[in-house]
């Protein structure tokens, strides 16, 4: 246990009986073990965390690899084959909510656009008026 002989823990026993006293010794004891099983529980979950995350970065790895193979193999076929292997979607995985965002945008744009030659004509009619 830890290193120590029986020895050791025989005089460490000795020891505690003398400072502590034969009524406390039973409840230092509790908290010792309270303590230790407290330190054993998070380096257990230090260690599962560590893995998980060395397990999420290996999974980005590959998954990096996997995206350069496909790149490659993109590159590789001619323009002129006939095979749509979907590779342009694999890559670009949000090419839908980027329209989307784009024909939001040209909306507005166009709204904007309307409520200024609006204003512009209101304030044309004005000018007329005051003329």
Known sequence: MFGFGIGEILLIAIVAVIALGPEKLPDAMVKIARLFNTVKKGLNDAKTTLDNELNIS???NEANKF???IEDTKSSLSVDTKFDLGLDDILKDDLK???????QNSEVEKIKEKFAKANEDKAIKK???IK
């Open 97 to 103: 909510s980027d329209t989307k965002q784009t024909n």
């Open 58 to 60: 290996e999974l980005r």
């Open 127 to 129: 000018d007329e008026e």
């Open 67 to 69: 995206k350069a193979q």
